[in-house]
């Protein structure tokens, strides 16, 4: 009766779907402002605690979230998800895609006053190619053959066979982001690059302070300070909000962001996507070698419920984890609806019977609201006759177990929205990608994603990728469930909150936000 | 105080601080995952962190590691924290530090309680006085100290307002901020050692009241005021603060949970976070010094009641 | 038996008798699905008729949680006290009756294991093992043995000397017999007082792991599973956290009592 009783009042919950889009939407609020005045120190309270300074090394959100304001790169993303110079003038590729000639801004300096050039372009370029340096974009760049700086503006990429996502790959994960000659040592520590923030402060656990830095080649920011206030408990944060010992917060506990909304008093930004979800089966376990019960288990699974559950609504399904406002993304596919008979006679014709299957779910504690997922999938598959036990690991275990021993037969993940289509899908699914942690392979996926690296028209490339997604769904792959969106939650007087996301959807730019008196 | 007893006690803590650095680096090296792994997080690539794990030395033998280990901290030189990358020295004061406020604040709110409940209880002994203060150091006890932590935080920060919920202020910066800061979590750890001290007080004062000394005193007709605080108290107060001072051990082992629970850097975050993030020579460090101020303080205590009783046996 | 008719000792008898019906019998009477069946439109709702308890962030009745986290919470606490005297009564006897270099490297192996806080200790093995039920039940119950093994070493030392230990020795009864025949039945009364208490303090650190996320898992009730996931919904929803902490309370506060009482009645020294 209990189980009964958790199917309809769930169901009931999806009267409304969640209608969200692709561009941020503002309270109307922020729309009338007047100019922007200088000055000022803006308290953030940072959903985590800041690590590796490095911004070549670090592979965390939070430390990027910061490190953003810091550094620029030689290329970025616009608010349509193309490529436009950023440290670069102008960028030349020639017609047989082997050769990428940089004109480099001129009069752009880093924080210590000296002018940028093409041998920090080089050396940058150099030390993130280098696997001694350990940067977690270094295969970016693999087909690289030579690095020139025929004069101080000018660098010259010559590659040994074309690589076509290489220019969108240079913006994103700090790939392309300059640091100063010689400074490789120092960022780890006290980072420096050319951005609208310099770098002034770091006690470890508590806070990073940023002051502006006033020659910055794009005009210098509004406010003089940033100080990233580090406070992980998330209730904790929305009280700093609420008291007015914060300005601003990011990531507003999912059950709160109604309430905060309903306030008046503050300000919430809301965006979509942050990150996709999915729920992973390790194809080497035996079980999951057969589509069948893999589309068993995503028949199991009702994804419009679970988000409500889990994200409190947080979010809207999606049953691809392409980019939603991508070209790329393939608009034709319809998840499948819950269907625990249909799963059951199919777990069956697969030789798995009711009762048969045993199943550890490993689920991280790093991301509370995927133990809350795990709670709600055991009571499901157990109507399905599938046993789910959960072990919930801390992240280090998670990443040492599931990730890089790939030792777990079920788990889930979150990957920060990846706009750039080689990067997700070759990444994550090809047999070979560096994030293909549950083993698929699948000749039909290694082929097309292969296929798109030499296909130099975007148009074309896209349908390839469709074609990608198109297969990921019908084998099952993985459970593809949601985007999530990202919050930041603001006092009133706090201004240029539409420009404080980064398209890329999860880093966060200070230069033109300001206070208001 | 004999000589050779003094030696024999230094030379085992010095071997048992040796045995720790066994301990320590044989489980910290058993602890599944590394650094690297966690630096790089989900966007890691296998070639990548070899290159990453090469270049902060994880792939030296063991006894490289432990050597090198071992011989810094002698000479001074404990490293860098691989995953914040700041020396570890320098962590280790600043954090040690933040911890120092909570422990002396948290110590000097559990004695003012525990001494005059102690001795209330004491002086009406099997009484409903007794009952009431015995019940009550029990409950204190019974409730898991993050428990306490969070009653605090709803009742002091939510519905009252009257101290943070959270973080740590330098008191370097804002003196008083430190302070409030500190409170909470002090107030939560107090009432656990409270529960502990009032018991002790309560039967070493049991014991003193029913000597000689004090039969002397009330029959000299003295006033019971006089014959319990002046009298009574005066000969309590030294063993009280010396079992006082064993409770550093689990003070240390209650930071770590508190100092989560209300985001204070102190050397609990800091060695939870070591851990958390398998950044050995970190947890190395936090581990050890924590063991070792255990161990000295409880040589400390030790040697202090010798000091003050030399009619303890030396065995 | 006059101390349990004090008021302590009758208000901790109760409270331990009581705890140890619901958890012997809770699991009898409640169905397992209770504790687990979501209700996703009673999310967070305070105690009413139908949950008088309340319910926690997934709609889940925290009274049947919380009637079904006590065997959990007993059964880990008593398996890890068990492995400690298991493990640490040996030990402790051997070292106090062998004395001498023996006894010597065992204390000096127990003094390292003190010098590290048993919360930390317990962390540790538990990051080691990974977590689950067994895992938690190691971590607790080693964490826990090198205190047993001191007092019982006290003891045991305290009893080598009695003249009639002294006369089996010198009659040529065997180690073996002695140990069993003479000094475990004497030492016995303070490894079942300090057994009890650790008892309460297994529950406490039970919590305290479960709270760090390396003990109990999801979706099985456990109080200090309950009280952590009440963190994120504490100013808004303080009975998540209540119930499970008062449950937490009764019982340690019960075990407290009792053994205090226990020691009076078992241990003649103590009078």
Redesign the interface.
């Known amino acids: 009766m209990k189980r009964r009783d958790f199917l309809r009042n769930s169901t009931a919950l999806i009267g409304g779907s969640v209608v969200v889009s692709s561009a941020m939407f503002m309270p109307t609020a922020l729309l009338a402002q007047d100019t922007p005045v200088t000055g000022g120190t803006l308290i953030w309270g940072h959903s985590e605690t800041t690590q590796n300074l490095d911004i070549h090394q670090t592979g965390t959100a939070s430390s990027s979230r910061v490190l953003q304001n810091i550094h620029n790169s030689l290329v970025t993303v616009d608010e349509n998800l193309g490529v436009i110079p950023q440290l670069a003038e102008s960028i030349d590729v020639s017609d047989d895609g082997l050769t990428y000639t940089f004109t480099l801004r001129s009069g752009v300096l880093f924080h210590d006053g000296s002018p940028m050039t093409s041998t920090d372009v080089k050396y940058s370029f150099e030390r993130v190619k280098d696997p001694a340096t350990g940067a977690v974009s270094f295969e970016v760049f693999n087909n690289v053959a030579s690095i020139d700086t025929p004069d101080d503006l000018t660098v010259v990429i010559t590659m040994s066979s074309v690589n076509a996502p290489f220019l969108s790959r240079l913006a994103e994960n700090g790939a392309g982001a300059i640091i100063p000659v010689g400074s490789g040592d120092t960022q780890g520590t006290t980072p420096m690059g050319c951005g609208p923030f310099k770098f002034a402060r770091y006690e470890v656990g508590n806070v990073v302070e940023m002051e502006r830095f006033d020659e910055y080649w794009d005009g210098p920011a509004y406010l003089d300070r940033v100080l990233a206030r580090e406070i992980s408990e998330s209730t904790t944060r929305l009280t700093g909000l609420r008291t007015g010992e914060l300005h601003m917060i990011n990531d507003i506990p999912l059950d709160r962001v109604g309430e905060i909304e309903a306030d008046p008093n503050l300000q919430v930004v809301s965006w979509f996507p942050l990150n996709f979800d999915f729920v992973n089966m390790n194809h080497n376990y035996e079980p999951f070698q057969d589509a069948r019960v893999r589309i068993a288990f995503d028949m199991i699974i009702d994804k419009e419920a679970l988000m409500q559950g889990a994200l409190w609504g947080q979010g809207a399904t999606s049953p691809s984890a392409g980019y939603p406002s991508a070209a790329s993304y393939n608009t034709d596919l319809v998840q499948r609806p819950q269907d625990i008979e249909g799963a059951k006679a199919l777990l069956a014709e697969a030789g798995y019977p009711e009762g048969s299957l045993n199943i550890v779910f490993k689920a991280t504690t790093n991301y509370p609201y995927h133990i809350e997922t795990a709670q709600i999938l055991v009571e499901w598959f157990r109507m399905a006759g599938v046993n789910l036990t959960i072990e919930q690991l801390t992240w280090a275990d998670w990443l040492s177990q599931c990730w890089i021993d790939r030792d777990y037969q079920m788990t889930m993940m979150n990957f920060f929205a990846l706009w750039e289509p080689d990067y997700l899908f070759y990444s994550v699914w090809n047999s070979t990608g560096a994030f293909n942690y549950r083993g698929v392979n699948d000749p039909v996926i290694d082929e097309l994603t292969e296929r798109a690296r030499g296909t130099v028209d975007d148009a074309e490339r896209a349908e390839v990728y469709k074609a990608v997604q198109q297969q990921i769904f019908d084998e099952a792959h993985d459970i593809v469930l949601w985007f999530r969106n990202g919050t930041i939650g603001a006092q009133p007087n706090v201004m240029g909150l539409d420009t404080v996301v980064h398209p890329n959807g999860s880093n966060l730019n200070f230069h033109k936000v300001w206070l208001a008196a | 105080m004999s000589l050779t007893y003094v030696l024999n006690r230094l030379l085992s803590v010095i071997l048992t601080l040796f045995l720790i650095t066994l301990v320590t680096f044989g489980v910290t090296n058993i602890l599944p995952g590394d650094v690297a792994m966690m630096i790089m997080g989900t966007q890691s690539n296998p070639e990548a962190m070899a290159g990453l794990r090469a270049s902060l030395g994880l792939d030296d033998p063991l006894i490289v590691q432990y050597g090198r280990w071992v011989g810094g901290m002698l000479t001074g030189d404990w490293g860098n924290s691989l995953i914040f990358r700041q020396p570890i020295a320098v962590l280790l004061g600043e954090k040690i530090a933040a911890s120092a406020i909570i422990v002396v604040m948290s110590m000097t709110i559990a004695l003012s309680l525990a001494v005059p409940l102690g001795v209330w209880a004491a002086v009406h002994r099997d009484k409903w006085q007794d009952t009431t203060s015995s019940s009550a150091a029990l409950l204190g006890v019974s409730l898991p100290d993050f428990f306490w932590g969070i009653v605090m935080i709803l009742v002091f920060a939510r519905w009252l307002g009257w101290f943070p919920s959270s973080g740590f202020v330098d008191p370097a910066e804002d003196f008083m901020g430190a302070l409030r800061h500190a409170f909470l979590p002090s107030l939560a750890l107090g009432l656990g050692l409270m529960a502990h001290l009032t018991r002790m007080t309560r039967s070493t004062m049991t014991g003193i009241l029913e000597q000689e000394f004090i039969r002397v005193a009330r029959a000299k007709g003295l006033a019971e005021r006089v014959v319990v605080w002046r009298y009574g108290l005066a000969n309590a107060i030294g063993p009280v603060i010396t079992i006082a001072g064993l409770q550093v051990g689990y003070l240390f082992g209650s930071i770590i949970v508190m100092e989560s629970l209300f985001n204070y850097t102190g050397m609990g975050w800091l060695t939870y976070q070591a851990l958390l993030n398998r950044d050995m020579p970190l947890i190395q460090a936090t581990v050890f010094v924590i063991a070792a101020v255990v161990m000295l303080t409880n040589l400390l205590v030790d040697l202090l009641y010798l000091a003050i009783d030399p009619r303890i046996r030396l065995d | 038996m006059k101390k349990f008719r004090t ?2 000792g009758l208000i901790g008898v109760v409270l331990v008798a009581l705890i140890l019906i619901v958890g012997l019998f809770a699991p009898v009477f409640i169905p397992p ?2 504790a ?7 999310r ?1 709702s305070p105690p009413t008729w139908d949950h008088p308890f309340g319910t926690d ?3 889940r009745d925290l009274f049947y949680r919380v009637m079904l986290g006590t065997q959990t919470s007993l059964k880990i606490a008593g398996a890890a006290v068990l492995m400690s005297i298991v493990i640490g009564l040996p030990l402790g006897m051997i070292s106090g009756y062998a004395g001498g270099r023996t006894d010597n490297v065992l204390m ?2 127990v ?10 200790l317990a ?2 093995i538990s ?2 093992l ?3 039920l067994q895992n938690t039940i190691i971590a607790i119950g080693i964490a826990f043995t090198p205190y047993l093994a001191r007092i019982v070493r006290g003891e045991a030392l305290r009893v080598a000397q009695m003249p009639y230990v002294e006369a089996a020795r010198s009659s040529g009864t065997t180690d073996v017999m002695i140990l069993t025949r003479h000094i475990l039945p004497n030492i016995m009364p303070a490894v079942i007082v300090q057994g009890t208490i650790s008892l ?1 303090f297994a529950i ?1 650190a039970e ?2 792991l479960s ?4 003990g109990t ?3 099985a009730a456990s109080w ?1 599973l309950m ?1 952590q996931a ?7 929803a ?1 009975w998540t ?1 209540l119930v499970p ?1 008062l449950a ?3 019982t ?2 019960g075990l ?2 009792f053994g205090d009482v226990l020691r009076d009645v078992l241990d003649p020294r103590s009078k």
């Open positions: 008021s302590k699905e209770a687990t069946a979501m209700n996703m439109t009673a967070l962030q997934l709609g000096r192996l003094d390292t294991l003190l010098a590290f806080p048993a919360l930390l962390l540790t990051a080691i990974g977590p689950n309460a406490l919590a305290g709270f760090l996320g390396l898992q999801p979706p200090g009280i009440s963190r994120d919904y504490l100013d808004i303080p956290a902490g937490v309370a009764l340690v506060l407290n009592m």
